[in-house]
């Protein structure tokens, strides 16, 4: 079945350093979604990209959406204690499906 | 506007117990899906509910069932409990959409179920 692969599974940076966490499809995605889940908290929708080589931005977050649409990558620039949480992407189980395939997440900490 | 609410927040069974967690979706959402999050893993999706039928289905035993009401509110009934499906359950409300758009889902906090 479908497969949503995130690497790398934990990032520590220090404060202000940047982050990217990478995702990839085993099939080819109609749409990606992007999630963050503070600790203890549920997932908050951040993002959803939808055409091949889409970049989007969120003040310093950056999102992309590879040209086979098999792959995502969202970057932060200089991170902030704020941005502590799991990172995840997910795609539809198939083209107009209302089901998300998550992937394992990346969990950010931060050293201030 | 109330976002997604879910209850109780936290849930302790024993083996072989069944239960019944609840989920009420954000105001003028029609599809609520359910997900399995373990410790340390990405949501699992359970399956969806819209127009009060079980529309999609992921990988996991009839143990685990749900329902929707006209008022759009869902349970999540899961039968004689194993200690593997200690996990968060997650409701999440959405808009269904038309064929080929996928909407943003709204999660709500989850219930924390225990199996002893």
């Known amino acids: 079945g479908q497969q949503v692969m995130q690497i790398p599974q934990y990032q520590h940076v220090q404060e202000g350093e940047d982050f990217t966490t990478y995702c990839n499809s085993s099939?080819?995605?109609?749409?990606i979604q992007w999630y963050k889940q503070r600790p203890g908290g549920h997932p908050v929708f951040l993002i959803q990209?939808?055409?091949?080589?889409e970049v989007k931005k969120q003040k310093r977050l950056t999102f992309q959406f590879g040209e086979a649409k098999k792959n995502s990558s969202l970057h932060i620039t200089a991170t902030q204690t704020t941005d502590v949480g799991t990172y995840f992407c997910a795609g539809p189980r198939s083209s107009g499906a209302q089901k998300l395939v998550f992937g394992q997440g990346t969990r950010l900490t931060i050293n201030p | 506007d109330a976002g997604v609410t879910q209850s109780p927040t936290h849930l302790i069974k024993t083996r072989g117990q069944q239960v019944t967690l609840r989920c009420s979706p954000k105001?003028?959402?029609?599809?609520v899906s359910w997900y399995q999050q373990a410790l340390g893993q990405g949501p699992q999706f359970i399956f969806q509910y819209y127009e009060e039928e079980e529309r999609q289905r992921g990988n996991f035993p009839d143990r685990f069932s749900g329902h929707q009401f006209p008022n759009y509110s869902s349970e999540l009934n899961v039968n004689a409990l194993l200690l593997g499906d200690s996990a968060l359950y997650l409701c999440?409300?959405?808009?269904?959409?038309?064929?080929?758009?996928?909407?943003?889902?709204?999660f709500g906090p989850g219930t924390r179920l225990t199996v002893l």
């Open positions: 105001s003028g959402h029609d599809t």
């Open positions: 099939t080819t995605l109609s749409n």
């Open positions: 990209l939808v055409k091949s080589g």
């Open positions: 999440a409300s959405s808009l269904k959409g038309l064929a080929g758009v996928y909407n943003e889902q709204f």
